[in-house]
């Protein structure tokens, strides 16, 4: 029995690299190999960021504020297609001008139950060009907030987020990615 692509992920190796794919299901847990995922931050017409929590269905930081949405490109998939899908999956979400920020940021960070995310995460930024509509499976909450507030909020409380937020929005900051930029 073959898996759909739709449930691949593409895996990396210490170069971050393809060397293959692996199920979705399976590259989340105490001994994750590397592999490809993205995230990005959705603004909305009056520049405020969207932040989501996650789900407490999820496999990984249930419950947890983070970034407007993230996602693992399927195999062969370009980058961009895969950050419209996953948008429009998880939040119900149509964007306009989304582009890469942070083409080469990766993480590794392990959750309270022990799961570990070990991703080469490429960084988008896009622009809200109509209502959301989360997933509940997906997303538990929303919250609109100005950019300098996140900034904030990272400096002085990164436990309220997820790892790879509190690491990737000083990094924005730097690129000059925030507020205007989307």
């Not at 997303?139 to 690491?167: F, G, I, Q």
């Not at 990094?171 to 990615?177: P, V, Y």
């Amino acid at each position: 029995m073959s898996i759909a692509i739709h449930d691949q992920v593409v895996l990396l190796d210490e170069h971050d690299q393809p060397i293959g794919t692996a199920p979705r299901a399976s590259v989340h847990g105490t001994d994750t190999p590397r592999h490809l995922a993205f995230s990005c931050y959705l603004f909305d017409g009056n520049d405020r960021v969207l932040l989501t929590r996650r789900a407490l269905t999820k496999v990984a930081w249930p419950g947890v504020w983070t970034n407007s949405c993230c996602g693992h490109p399927r195999p062969g998939e370009e980058p961009e297609d895969a950050v419209r899908r996953r948008l429009a999956d998880e939040l119900g979400a149509v964007v306009t001008d989304a582009h890469l920020v942070l083409p080469d940021f990766g993480y590794t960070a392990v959750d309270a139950s022990g799961v570990v995310e070990n991703e080469l995460c490429p960084v988008w930024v896009a622009r809200l060009a109509g209502p959301l509509r989360p997933d509940p499976n997906e997303v538990a909450e929303t919250a609109w907030v100005a950019w300098l507030d996140l900034v904030a909020l990272v400096d002085s409380a990164p436990a309220l987020l997820s790892p790879w937020c509190v690491e990737q929005v000083p990094q924005l900051s730097a690129a000059g990615a925030k507020v205007g930029a989307a």
